[in-house]
């Protein structure tokens, strides 16, 4: 998780990145105290209303008080005269606060030199996050893709989806992604793949996320056995904070391997009766292989529909309360005929809503209640 703090003149001024910092402040007189307060804060992004010298000023301490901590310069024009004496300070990067993209990409580029600066930092690695069901068509890709989108928060996160629907796989259908590597360009690397290895199979897809997609034909698919499975999930760990995984209606071999290496098991369940057969066939195997039941989350999409079995029937049949309810909605096909995940786009949709939650309960949360009397002590003095 990633705390940013915003530091920019005026009353309510917009932070012009896709992920909303966790601070605002007016001032950059008031940054000390509240990084003091805040030893978890790993960005400032000033903004283009904070004078050069009072940026510089700023950089130039922390350099010495906390070298971790990465600090971003928006300004209206970026010129060089700036950028060298903002670099020379400790600035991290100075980009156009009218370029989001830019503006993305550099906060994600400093948190993650914190990360790896930091020896507090945990090594641990990302949580896998395996999106299942034992029947097609309930909705495992739709929430994968979605879920991913959430975690990245516009590039919070570090967050890697694997498409371990090797045959039929169809998260670059649903991204709108070229077909022009992922999974199948690992067979010849099999046995030393490496950081750099892994790097040249991804496809990056927005701040923060990128895709390991699935071989383009389901005899490629057949050549991604468990063992590279296990061997790419290995290398990807320590370069996310989550990995997704997309899996096909089935238990292959591949996906025992993802399955293994999984911290969250989000189980799809729709509310019919084929697809709470398999669900509870799917956590009896769960049982057997002894996966821990506090990590089992009961997505249970379309809950809204109208001549399905209500949410206590299905909690009933699995013995196992839901964890989050998905509505039906046009929107979903709509979404993927655009190829833009409802989750990037509408993150007020009741189905992005659904898949915040999830993501939430996969442990990602933005430590929103602790931010606001923060904020409200902190911000906006003049
Ligand atoms: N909540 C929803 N509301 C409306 N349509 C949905 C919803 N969830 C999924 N769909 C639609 O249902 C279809 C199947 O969804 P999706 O591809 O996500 O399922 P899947 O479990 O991945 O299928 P497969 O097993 O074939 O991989 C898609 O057309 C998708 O747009
Ligand atoms: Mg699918």
Same mark, same amino acid.
């Given at each position: 998780?990633?705390?940013?703090?915003?530091?920019?003149?005026?009353?309510?001024?917009?932070?012009?990145?896709?992920?909303?910092?966790?601070?605002?402040?007016?001032?950059?007189?008031?940054?000390?105290?509240?990084?003091?307060?805040?030893?978890?804060?790993?960005?400032?992004?000033?903004?283009?209303?904070?004078?050069?010298?009072?940026?510089?000023?700023?950089?130039?301490?922390?350099?010495?008080?906390?070298?971790?901590?990465?600090?971003?310069?928006?300004?209206?024009?970026?010129?060089? &005269?700036? +950028? @060298?004496?903002? %670099?020379?300070? !400790?600035? *991290?990067?100075? /980009?156009?606060?009218? $370029?989001? =993209?830019?503006?993305?990409?550099?906060?994600?580029?400093?948190?993650?030199?914190?990360?790896?600066?930091?020896?507090?930092?945990?090594?641990?690695?990302?949580?896998?996050?395996?999106?299942?069901?034992?029947?097609?068509?309930?909705?495992?890709?739709?929430?994968? &893709?979605? +879920? @991913?989108?959430? %975690?990245?928060? !516009?590039? *919070?996160?570090? /967050?890697?989806?694997? $498409?371990? =629907?090797?045959?039929?796989?169809?998260?670059?259908?649903?991204?709108?992604?070229?077909?022009?590597?992922?999974?199948?360009?690992?067979?010849?690397?099999?046995?030393?793949?490496?950081?750099?290895?892994?790097?040249?199979?991804?496809?990056?897809?927005?701040?923060?996320?990128?895709?390991?997609?699935?071989?383009?034909?389901?005899?490629?698919?057949?050549?991604?056995?468990?063992?590279?499975?296990?061997?790419?999930?290995?290398?990807?760990?320590?370069?996310?904070?989550?990995?997704?995984?997309?899996?096909?209606?089935?238990?292959?071999?591949?996906?025992?391997?993802?399955?293994?290496?999984?911290?969250?098991?989000?189980?799809?369940?729709?509310?019919?009766?084929?697809?709470?057969?398999?669900?509870?066939?799917?956590?009896?195997?769960?049982?057997?292989?002894?996966?821990?039941?506090?990590?089992?989350?009961?997505?249970?999409?379309?809950?809204?529909?109208?001549?399905?079995?209500?949410?206590?029937?299905?909690?009933?049949?699995?013995?196992?309360?839901?964890?989050?309810?998905?509505?039906?909605?046009?929107?979903?096909?709509?979404?993927?005929?655009?190829?833009?995940?409802?989750?990037?786009?509408?993150?007020?949709?009741?189905?992005?809503?659904?898949?915040?939650?999830?993501?939430?309960?996969?442990?990602?949360?933005?430590?929103?209640?602790?931010?606001?009397?923060?904020?409200?002590?902190?911000?906006?003095?003049?």
């Amino acid at each position: 998780m990633t705390m940013t703090i915003y530091c920019e003149p005026g009353p309510e001024p917009t932070f012009p990145g896709s992920a909303e910092p966790a601070y605002a402040v007016a001032e950059a007189s008031q940054l000390p105290a509240l990084l003091t307060e805040r030893p978890d804060v790993q960005l400032v992004v000033l903004g283009p209303g904070v004078p050069l010298a009072e940026a510089v000023a700023f950089t130039t301490r922390q350099r010495v008080e906390r070298p971790s901590l990465g600090v971003v310069l928006l300004r209206d024009h970026v010129e060089v &005269t700036v +950028l @060298a004496e903002a %670099l020379r300070a !400790g600035v *991290r990067d100075v /980009v156009a606060a009218g $370029d989001r =993209d830019a503006v993305d990409a550099a906060c994600a580029r400093s948190l993650e030199l914190t990360r790896r600066l930091n020896p507090e930092a945990p090594a641990a690695g990302a949580q896998v996050v395996t999106v299942f069901a034992g029947k097609g068509g309930v909705g495992k890709s739709t929430v994968a &893709t979605n +879920l @991913a989108v959430t %975690l990245a928060g !516009g590039g *919070r996160r570090r /967050v890697c989806l694997v $498409d371990l =629907d090797l045959q039929f796989g169809d998260v670059g259908i649903l991204l709108q992604l070229p077909p022009e590597r992922g999974l199948a360009d690992a067979v010849g690397m099999a046995g030393r793949l490496d950081e750099d290895g892994v790097r040249s199979l991804l496809t990056p897809y927005r701040p923060g996320m990128d895709a390991l997609l699935a071989p383009a034909g389901p005899a490629e698919g057949d050549q991604v056995d468990r063992e590279l499975v296990a061997e790419l999930l290995e290398v990807l760990r320590p370069m996310y904070d989550y990995i997704v995984v997309d899996t096909p209606p089935y238990v292959s071999d591949q996906v025992l391997a993802a399955l293994d290496r999984t911290d969250w098991f989000a189980l799809v369940v729709t509310p019919d009766l084929p697809s709470l057969k398999s669900a509870r066939l799917t956590l009896t195997t769960f049982e057997m292989l002894q996966y821990p039941a506090d990590r089992r989350l009961i997505v249970l999409n379309r809950a809204d529909s109208e001549v399905g079995l209500t949410v206590a029937d299905v909690e009933k049949a699995l013995g196992q309360p839901t964890a989050v309810l998905m509505p039906s909605s046009r929107d979903v096909p709509l979404s993927v005929n655009r190829g833009v995940p409802l989750a990037a786009d509408r993150p007020a949709h009741p189905v992005a809503r659904a898949m915040a939650e999830l993501a939430a309960r996969c442990g990602a949360r933005d430590d929103d209640r602790a931010r606001r009397p923060l904020a409200r002590l902190f911000g906006r003095r003049r």
